[in-house]
């Protein structure tokens, strides 16, 4: 089955800095890549995702990148904000297939 | 607002008591899930159901049952609960056409 690495498992970075979360997968038959945002008591909610037949994809401030033949993917937000602080977390799966595996999280802390 | 709710919200147990956890949806959805999240391993998939007559296993099915009594519910179970049981369980369901999955606000188990 997949197995998703992500890291680093917490970041630390000054308000206005980049932040960069990266993630390996182990499936090469992954095709979708979801990020999700859970804040401190929330549920967590989809910020972007990515299919394997693109490279990049940028949403304002966040964006995600794909490397299929290395198997890993990024996450990237700049000119991060105190509301950026949250856990982040990667999934993999083949696209509409339901057993998504996800990583362990990274606890993302911006400091004012 | 269209939504997922899970009852309850928290719940303490002893070992060997069956409880059930449930997951209700307004949002039409066709597909629902069960995770469960522990600190440092992310969000891991228990069971997963297209629709009310498919029921699949995920990733850690072993110690749970699960029943789709509806196209809107869906519920969990421990027949006997034990400690390594204890965790924040949250629900989850998608359209067949999207990827985005929606959680609910989880329920938080703790097992004595």
């Known amino acids: 089955g997949e197995n998703v690495e992500q890291h680093p498992s917490t970041l630390s970075v000054q308000e206005g800095d980049s932040a960069v979360i990266k993630c390996t997968y182990s499936?090469?038959?992954?095709?979708?890549f979801p990020w999700y945002k859970q804040e401190l008591g929330k549920r967590p909610q989809l910020i972007i995702d990515?299919?394997?037949?693109?490279g990049e994809k940028k949403d304002q401030r966040i964006a995600v990148t794909l490397n299929k033949t290395a198997k890993h993917f990024s996450l990237h937000i700049t000119e991060t904000q105190p509301e950026d602080s949250a856990v982040y977390f990667c999934?993999?799966?083949?696209?509409?297939?339901?057993?998504?595996?996800f990583g362990a999280g990274t606890r993302l802390t911006v400091k004012p | 607002d269209a939504d997922v709710t899970q009852t309850p919200r928290n719940r303490i147990t002893k070992t060997g008591k069956r409880i059930m956890l449930e997951c209700s949806q307004t949002?039409?959805?066709?597909?629902m899930y069960w995770y469960r999240q522990d600190p440092g391993l992310g969000l891991r998939l228990i069971y997963y159901?297209?629709?009310?007559?498919?029921?699949n296993k995920g990733e850690i099915s072993d110690g749970y049952s699960v029943s789709r009594q509806a196209q809107a519910k869906f519920s969990l179970s421990l027949e006997s609960a034990i400690p390594n049981q204890t965790a924040l369980y949250f629900c989850?369901?998608?359209?067949?056409?999207?990827?985005?999955?929606?959680f609910g606000p989880g329920t938080r188990l703790t097992v004595l």
């Open positions: 499936d090469s038959a992954s095709n979708y």
């Open positions: 949002k039409g959805h066709d597909r």
């Open positions: 989850a369901t998608s359209d067949s056409d999207r990827n985005e999955q929606f």
């Open positions: 159901s297209f629709d009310v007559k498919d029921i």
């Open positions: 999934a993999a799966r083949q696209y509409n297939n339901n057993d998504m595996r």
């Open positions: 990515i299919r394997s037949n693109v």
